[in-house]
Nanobody, 124 residues
Framework: QVQLVESGGGLAQAGGSLRLSCAASGLTFNTYAMGWFRQAPGKEREFVAAISWGGRTTRYADSLKGRFSISMDNAKNTVYLQMNSLKPEDTGVYYC?????????????????WGQGTQVTVSS
C-alpha cells in the first residue's frame, strides 16, 4: 500500500522559511516523479514544484521560482520542499504526490498517489 506522509508545516512569519518533507512507502521511490501542490482556502489546488525520477529534472510554478526548491533523497524515500522568503499568499495546505511515469508534469492529473497534506500558515 502506497503511503505519502507530509511533515514540516506550521506557522511562519513573512520572510521566514520552512522545509516540508514527504516520506514515501510502498512504492519504488527512485522510479517515481514527486510533486508538491498547494491549496489555499477557497481556491483550487495548484502546482508548486516537481522533480523527476532520479532528480534529473525539476519544475516550478513560475511565480515561485527562486524562492522554493525541491529535492529528493532516494536513500530515505523522501522528497523535500524548501520554502524561503515566505509570503502570506503562500498560506495553504501543501500536498505531496507521486507520479509513476516519473516525468514531473506540472498537472495534478498526472499523479497517482497523494498525501493527506500539511498546513502552512504565513503571518504578515
Amino acid at each position: 500500500q502506497v503511503q505519502l506522509v507530509e511533515s514540516g508545516g506550521g506557522l511562519a512569519q513573512a520572510g521566514g522559511s520552512l522545509r516540508l518533507s514527504c516520506a514515501a512507502s510502498g512504492l519504488t521511490f527512485n522510479t517515481y516523479a514527486m510533486g508538491w501542490f498547494r491549496q489555499a482556502p477557497g481556491k483550487e489546488r495548484e502546482f508548486v514544484a516537481a522533480i523527476s525520477w532520479g532528480g534529473r529534472t525539476t519544475r516550478y510554478a513560475d511565480s515561485l521560482k527562486g524562492r522554493f526548491s525541491i529535492s529528493m533523497d532516494n536513500a530515505k524515500n523522501t522528497v523535500y520542499l524548501q520554502m524561503n522568503s515566505l509570503k502570506p499568499e503562500d498560506t495553504g495546505v501543501y500536498y505531496c504526490a507521486a507520479d509513476s511515469y516519473g516525468l514531473a508534469y506540472p498537472r495534478s492529473s498526472a499523479y497517482n498517489y497523494w498525501g493527506q497534506g500539511t498546513q502552512v500558515t504565513v503571518s504578515s
